[in-house]
């Protein structure tokens, strides 16, 4: 068999299984706290005024973080959201080159999930506009207003934001904004009605996208308001145009579905040894295996994590941040892989117990990084300065920034996972329940 047909092969196996998992009610044992949802949170969108207010003031602001020189050779040949030639450089790239590697895989990230993908950039954009609004975030809020101003249809889709006729959007279109605004409350905020009328107008490849795009732009909100970013004088100026999106020809469908190239590379890349410090699940996860659905956008954020991985801070300060996010979300997926994974690291099960009680075990530095994780998680504009301060002063500006990228990678992965219900691994579970003795239950509130 050549390589070509094994990894057809390989590909074929993973969609039926990535379907099985959408289609399939997983069910497991998580005592009565985790029956059902948490009660949603208490967001209450800005309005868009506003956020227009907040960002003018921002203009001036400082950054929590230092920002590269916008002239450095570190953004040569970035993936640009702006018009060919203009040279500019936005603050968020200008703060990630503490580590310079995650520059250019970032850059191709934030285009990928606008631009690339089944669905319209447009209604991903209205999404992320929704979210930002949530979020509190000044910053996103103008840079997604200016991508929408790129086409009729998404300058459309914004003047019913500012009208505020969420309501008479077309249905699949509403549904979207709903489905972000939903899964953004609550990672088990999608109820069973809506999500079957999201399915009606989506399909699982769809869905996947839907939640990916959610679970972006809750890392992308965070990563800005975690830095308190000065927001760039021409992202307020209306002749500063943003790159429109690039329309693919239409082309008449096969009678049956073809493998893409997309497809090839991304379970190839998939099927790839992880990086160190990877879970010993014994099998490919259960998320990725969702992701392969829209293989541009799981090939890009697998891309850009490669990089993130290579991190100054412990992998146990990294494991300690997650499973404080995943807890503060009551993400069931997320906190097993945690659990399995300080486990995996030889922390001691006292402690592991202690950990789900509070924080009376954890290190001082441990103990930064979580209580600056939960502010962010949340909401995006909920930290505090002196909270980012007590990470730079235990890890330094790279570190910090390390801890933050770390929280909204758990943004991402906690709605991901259990706003799609996916299983947990076998090994997971098995870990989990020889630690504490039981297993997950969601606490009330989370």
């Known amino acids: 068999m050549t390589r070509h047909a094994r990894l057809q092969r390989t590909l074929m196996v993973l969609v039926v299984a990535a379907g099985a998992l959408l289609t399939t009610t997983p069910t497991f044992s998580a005592g009565p706290a985790a029956t059902g949802p948490a009660p949603a949170s208490g967001l209450t969108p800005v309005s868009l005024d506003t956020l227009e207010r907040q960002a003018r003031a921002r203009v001036e602001g400082t950054a929590r973080s230092p920002l590269t020189d916008a002239r450095s050779e570190v953004f040569a040949g970035i993936d640009s959201l702006e018009a060919p030639g203009s040279g500019r450089v936005p603050n968020y790239l200008r703060a990630l080159a503490l580590k310079p590697k995650t520059v250019k895989p970032f850059a191709h990230l934030l285009s990928a999930f606008i631009y690339e993908g089944g669905l319209e950039p447009e209604v991903k954009l209205a999404m992320a506009l929704r979210i930002a609004q949530l979020q509190a975030s000044p910053y996103a809020a103008v840079h997604i207003e200016r991508l929408l101003r790129t086409t009729p249809r998404g300058a459309a889709l914004l003047a019913a934001f500012k009208a505020d006729g969420l309501a008479r959007l077309a249905p699949a279109d509403g549904l979207a ?57 021409w992202a307020l100026d209306a002749t500063a145009s943003a790159r429109p999106p690039e329309r693919r020809g239409a082309v008449a469908p096969a009678r049956v579905a073809l493998i893409s190239d997309e497809e090839i590379k991304a379970t190839s890349a998939s099927t790839q040894p992880g990086r160190p410090g990877g879970l010993p699940i014994g099998t490919m996860a259960n998320s990725q295996r969702a992701m392969l659905r829209v293989p541009a956008l799981a090939l890009a954020w697998r891309e850009y994590g490669a990089w993130t991985g290579e991190a100054s801070i412990k992998r146990e300060i990294q494991l300690q941040v997650s499973f404080a996010v995943s807890m503060a979300n009551g993400c069931r997926y997320c906190t097993l892989h945690q659990v ?66 770390q929280t909204c990678s758990f943004s991402f992965m906690n709605r991901l996972t259990d706003g799609l219900r996916l299983p947990s691994e076998d090994e997971a579970i098995r870990v989990y329940r020889e630690v504490y003795g039981r297993d997950f239950a969601r606490k009330k509130g989370s």
Request: hydrophobic share 40%; net charge negative; proline share 3%.
């Open 177 to 233: 904004v709903r489905y972000a605004e939903l899964l953004t409350r609550d990672i088990l905020g999608v109820d069973e009605d809506t999500f079957r009328q999201v399915r009606g107008h989506y399909t699982d490849a769809g869905i996947v996208e839907l939640t990916m795009t959610t679970c972006f732009f809750n890392y992308f909100t965070r990563l800005t308001e975690g830095l308190r970013l000065p927001v760039e004088p």
């Open 340 to 405: 399995l994974g300080l486990h995996g690291l030889g922390v001691q099960p006292a402690k592991l117990l202690a950990m789900a009680k509070g924080d009376e075990a954890l290190t001082p530095q441990e103990l930064a990084a979580v209580t600056f994780a939960r502010s962010l998680t949340r909401r995006a504009s909920e930290s505090r300065d002196t909270e980012y301060a007590a990470l730079q002063k235990e890890f330094g500006n790279q570190g910090a920034l390390e801890v933050l990228m």
